[in-house]
Each structure stands twice: as structure tokens, then as C-alpha cells.
């Protein structure tokens, strides 16, 4: 369920309660009777009901829209402080050291953080208002793999892991949205790193085959917290996770896991998780290898 339909039903819940209360309240100094007026005010507060839904659902699509539009117009003078923000570190390493290099540093991270938070509030609400498009393109996985690796280094390294990476023989050139699936592994491994400390993380890549078509099989596995059992039906959906969750303990907005299981859909694949509280998760997303355009 989403957030726009929990919020939607969550408001006509309390609409319903709140007009049945009011339509007790109006009775209790009468006895009810059953007539022919009674049943026109039960079908004028069904109907009322029925629009303040309607209405909600309205105004939640109103606002993904507005969002998902408002996209480029967040993100661009945001990615223009992180830019000039590396522009003054990289001058300032160059001349003479100064205390301006830790507040620039300071700036340059707080930026990074700020956009990934912008991006995933952002994903979430074109994804609900049906504008996430998948743009499938011929590419070297090994190419994504190594951007993947490179950006997630010093997550791997704030909690003294190790990352190795396997990718099996004959991965070689693959087609989908190399973009959507930077963002998948990078999730999944920077959420690995998030609850694995002194540990190791491991990438499999491989070929599968499901039924006579090939798929893809990323396998992304660590020796951390792991995740208890109660938690796992709901890890994959937007503000539905309890303060008690592991994902929860963790900084962020606890989107990157919706997000991916999203994306692995809008490119015709699937996520799935195995996790033991104490001892570990591992994450399996599998994608058509030669998937036809969406």
C-alpha cells in the first residue's frame, strides 16, 4: 500500500467516525426509526464519504504531480552548491591549508546529504504519480558495477567493512536503465553497509535461468544486524516502518528500500530478502537480461 492510499484511507476512516458519531449523537434522544428519511440521510453521509475520499486522493495525485515537476527546479541549484563547494576545496588544497578547508568540506557534505534526501523524496512522488519511466539502453554491467563499487567506498569504510564483488563469467554487455540500476545496487549496499559493522559485504553477479528466459541475478549479502521477522512484510513500503525497525535506526528518510523494490519493478524484475535477527540479510534482485521496451 502506498503512502497516497494509507493516507486516504486513514482520512476516511476518521471521516466515517466522525459522521457516524455526529449521526448517533443526533439520534440518542430519540429512539431511531427505520423510515424512509432515515435511509435518505444514510445515503447523503455514504455519499459525503465517498467524495471526502475522492477528494483526498485528489488533492495526494495533486501534490505527487507538483513534486515530480518541481524535480529539476530542487535539484539544479542544489547540485550548483555541491559544485562550486568542490571548486573551493580543490583551490584551497592548492594554496596555503586554512580553516576554510574543514567548513568547505563541511558545506560540500551537508550539500550531498540534502540531495539524497531531495532525490528520494522526489523518486517516491513520481513514482506515485505514474511519471517514473524506465529509458532501457545497451551497456557494459562491468562498467556500472566499478561506479557502483567506487561511490559506496566510504560507506564501506565508515563501519571498517569489506565489499568484494563477484561477477560470474559470460556477464558481459546487458540492456536496461543503467541509471535505475546504479541507484538499486547503491541502495542495497549502502543499506548493507548501514547495518553491518567490522563485517563483509559481498556482490554476486550472475546469469539465471527462469523457465527458459535469462535473467540477471544481483545477490547483495552481509554478516550484519539482519532484520526481525515481524519487520520483513513491510520493508518494502514508503513511512510504514516501525521506530523499532532497523531501517529506522538508520539516518535518512528510510525511502531506499521502496524506491528500489519500485525501480526492479519498472524494469520488469523482482526483489527479494532473507535476513536471520543477529547474523545477517541477503538481498536477491533478479532482472530480464533482454528485456523488450516498456
Known amino acids: 500500500m502506498t503512502a497516497q492510499a494509507l493516507i486516504v484511507g486513514f482520512g476516511g ?8 458519531a455526529l449521526f448517533v ?3 440518542s434522544k430519540t429512539p431511531p426509526k427505520i423510515n424512509s428519511t432515515n435511509e435518505v440521510e444514510l445515503a447523503a453521509l455514504a455519499q459525503a464519504l465517498k467524495e471526502a475520499n475522492l477528494a483526498v486522493e485528489s488533492a495526494q495525485k495533486t ?4 513534486l515530480a515537476k518541481m524535480s529539476h527546479e530542487l535539484r539544479t541549484p542544489l547540485n550548483a552548491i555541491i559544485g562550486y563547494s568542490e571548486m573551493l576545496i580543490e583551490e584551497s588544497c592548492e594554496a596555503t591549508p586554512s580553516t576554510s578547508l574543514s567548513d568547505l568540506q ?12 531531495i532525490n528520494d523524496i522526489l523518486d517516491i512522488a513520481e513514482i506515485e504519480s505514474g511519471e517514473m519511466k524506465a529509458h ?18 566510504p560507506l564501506v ?4 567493512n569489506r565489499l568484494e564483488v563477484e561477477i560470474l563469467a559470460g556477464v558481459g554487455e546487458v540492456q536496461s536503465d543503467p541509471t535505475k540500476l546504479r541507484r538499486i ?6 543499506n548493507a553497509c548501514k547495518f553491518t559493522e567490522r563485517g563483509s559485504i559481498k556482490l554476486s553477479v550472475d546469469i539465471a535461468d527462469n523457465t527458459g528466459s535469462k535473467y540477471l541475478k544481483f545477490t547483495i549479502s552481509d554478516n550484519g544486524r539482519g532484520i526481525a521477522p515481524e519487520m520483513i512484510g513491510s520493508l518494502f513500503k ?3 516502518q516501525a521506530d523499532q525497525s532497523p531501517i529506522r535506526q538508520g539516518v535518512g528518510t528510510a525511502l531506499g528500500l521502496t524506491i528500489t523494490h519500485h525501480f526492479c519493478r519498472l524494469l520488469g524484475g523482482e526483489i527479494t530478502v532473507k535476513s536471520t535477527l543477529g547474523e545477517g540479510s541477503t538481498f536477491i534482485v533478479t532482472l530480464p537480461f533482454d528485456p523488450p521496451n516498456f
Not at 501534490?63 to 507538483?66: Q, T
Open 13 to 20: 476512516l476518521v471521516l466515517g467516525i466522525l459522521l457516524t
Open 63 to 66: 501534490k505527487s504531480a507538483f
Open 136 to 153: 532501457l539502453e545497451k551497456f557494459e554491467l562491468s562498467k556500472v558495477i566499478r561506479d557502483v563499487t567506487s561511490s559506496v567506498q
Open 106 to 117: 563541511k558545506i560540500h557534505g551537508a550539500g550531498k546529504d540534502l540531495l539524497h534526501l
Open 238 to 240: 514508503a513511512f510504514t
Open 25 to 27: 449523537r443526533r439520534s
Open 157 to 160: 569504510e565508515k563501519n571498517k
Open 185 to 190: 545496487l547503491s541502495n542495497l549496499i549502502g
